[in-house]
């Protein structure tokens, strides 16, 4: 058979050793991070039922037009379609109704991080397989849940060291004032139609809201000559964005408005945001997107529940630390290698394996036939700090070589004591 070539599928990318250190670095501040703020972790699973999406994110969205990944089932019993989750909003909202969350003491604070699977046209930035750290709030509709929100995701990109931040936020009304707010729309865009780009001549009908995102130049400019969703805003509407702003005005939080904000899920209600770096006119990066969607826990079935929440794209944080030259997690490797020479220093070398390792120092150790300069090579090839060198000789008077191998210096120790020894050098 011809030798084959395989690769990873387009849009997809292998997270090799080298690229963990940011990752463990992004997933470990946003854990700390959320769990200070009293958020509690959900992990749910990669597929789901579409209708979730269909229903929840909406029929004329791009995702669910044209990015949901479908799982042929090869069974005829299969009465659900299964997909891949585009994203975790909807997921989450099945569980919190799945499992009864709506009785437990409000608000429930829930976060997530794991990969989401759209069928995107590849490019820097934009993946077919790409992970979110998010955040789902229910059951507050005050502005202060709007607040947190976005003050979280703030707040994992501060203590990361990001700088030349910016938060875009809006309000996109609520069912009472929206449908108005649609018609002056419709009204102003009315005669100019004909010029729009192709999506948006099919927006105009479908989804007219999103007429005002659109990034071709003509359809930009016009979008910005068009009526302002602030303007129709409800009293109630109006208040909840004011306080939300006050918050963040209070708390420091950099924000522009953007009358032309609208965001790419049918979900959303009042608050809508985007965190992007400063000189990222065209938003081609965005980092964090997210906002309220007081509507959808009931329109998939469950009570009547406020909630908002943000999803922050991983890669593009990873991608923008490294731009800015910010140092990932430091992580500890192999510090000690044990190297053994003869039958009785493996006996030996087992037991101080077990002493040095129940000091949480990262101790490799494997029996080994090599001789003594083979086996130094291969602990610094591991990186690591010391070698415990163990020799007939040494085994024999319970002793033990400890060898810096980054200084070439080398002391030698009664074997009880080697525990103590490496942690005073490793200043454990
Ligand atoms: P979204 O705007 O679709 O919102 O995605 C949020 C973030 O995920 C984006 O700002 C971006 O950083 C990242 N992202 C999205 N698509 C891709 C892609 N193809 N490749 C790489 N990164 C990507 C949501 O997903 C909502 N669930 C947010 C939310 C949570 N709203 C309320 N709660």
């Known amino acids: 058979m011809a030798k084959q070539n395989y690769q990873s599928p387009r849009g997809t990318k292998d997270i090799l050793p080298a690229e963990q250190p940011y990752w463990q670095k992004v997933r470990k501040t946003a854990e700390k991070t959320l769990e200070g703020l009293g958020f509690g972790r959900i992990d749910?699973?990669?597929?789901?039922?579409?209708?979730?999406?269909?229903?929840?994110?909406?029929?004329?969205?791009?995702?669910?037009?044209?990015?949901?990944?479908?799982?042929?089932?090869?069974?005829?019993?299969?009465?659900?379609?299964?997909?891949?989750?585009?994203?975790?909003?909807?997921?989450?909202?099945?569980?919190?109704?799945?499992?009864?969350?709506?009785?437990?003491?409000?608000?429930?604070?829930?976060?997530?991080?794991?990969?989401?699977?759209?069928?995107?046209?590849?490019?820097?930035?934009?993946?077919?397989?790409?992970?979110?750290?998010?955040?789902e709030i229910f059951g507050d509709e005050s502005a202060k849940s709007d607040y947190l929100t976005i003050m979280s995701a703030w707040e994992i990109l501060s203590r990361l060291g990001l700088k030349n931040l910016i938060v875009y936020v809006n309000s996109i009304g609520c069912p009472k004032c929206r449908p108005k707010f649609i018609l002056k729309l419709k009204k102003f865009y009315k005669d100019k139609v004909d010029k729009l780009c192709a999506d948006c001549q099919r927006r105009y009908e479908d989804n007219p809201l999103?007429?005002?995102?659109?990034?071709?130049?003509?359809?930009?400019?016009?979008?910005?000559?068009?009526?302002?969703?602030?303007?129709?805003?409800?009293?109630?509407?109006?208040?909840?964005?004011?306080?939300?702003?006050?918050?963040?005005?209070?708390?420091?939080?950099?924000?522009?408005?953007?009358?032309?904000?609208?965001?790419?899920?049918?979900?959303?209600?009042?608050?809508?945001?985007?965190?992007?770096?400063?000189?990222?006119?065209?938003?081609?990066?965005?980092?964090?997107?997210?906002?309220?969607?007081?509507?959808?826990?009931?329109?998939?079935?469950?009570?009547?529940?406020?909630?908002?929440?943000?999803?922050?794209?991983?890669?593009?944080?990873?991608?923008?630390?490294?731009?800015?030259?910010?140092?990932?997690?430091?992580?500890?490797?192999?510090?000690?290698?044990?190297?053994?020479?003869?039958?009785?220093?493996?006996?030996?070398?087992?037991?101080i394996y077990d002493a040095i390792s129940k000091n949480d120092i990262n101790v490799f150790f494997v029996p080994s036939d090599e001789g003594l300069r083979q086996q130094m090579k291969s602990a610094s090839k591991l990186g690591a700090k010391f070698a415990v060198i163990i020799g007939q000789q040494e085994a024999v008077k319970d002793e033990i070589i400890l060898r810096d191998l980054e200084g070439s210096s080398q002391e030698v120790f009664p074997a009880k004591d080697i525990a103590e020894a490496l942690k005073t050098r490793l200043e454990k």
């Open 44 to 135: 749910l699973p990669h597929i789901e039922n579409v209708e979730i999406y269909t229903r929840g994110i909406g029929e004329a969205t791009d995702i669910v037009q044209k990015e949901i990944y479908l799982i042929e089932s090869k069974t005829e019993d299969e009465s659900t379609k299964l997909c891949l989750r585009p994203e975790g909003t909807a997921g989450v909202v099945r569980a919190y109704i799945q499992n009864g969350m709506a009785s437990l003491p409000q608000p429930v604070r829930l976060y997530y991080i794991g990969a989401m699977f759209r069928r995107e046209r590849p490019q820097k930035g934009r993946f077919r397989e790409f992970y979110q750290a998010s955040v």
């Open 210 to 351: 999103r007429l005002l995102d659109c990034k071709e130049e003509y359809c930009q400019t016009t979008a910005h000559a068009a009526p302002v969703m602030l303007d129709s805003l409800c009293s109630e509407c109006k208040t909840h964005f004011q306080q939300t702003l006050e918050y963040l005005d209070y708390f420091s939080i950099k924000y522009d408005l953007d009358p032309t904000l609208v965001r790419g899920l049918d979900y959303y209600t009042q608050t809508v945001f985007e965190i992007v770096q400063k000189n990222d006119k065209g938003r081609q990066s965005t980092l964090v997107g997210g906002g309220r969607y007081n509507g959808l826990v009931e329109l998939l079935g469950g009570p009547k529940t406020p909630a908002v929440g943000f999803s922050m794209g991983m890669e593009r944080v990873i991608s923008l630390m490294k731009e800015q030259n910010l140092t990932p997690w430091i992580e500890r490797g192999v510090e000690v290698c044990i190297l053994q020479l003869g039958e009785k220093a493996k006996e030996v070398s087992k037991k």
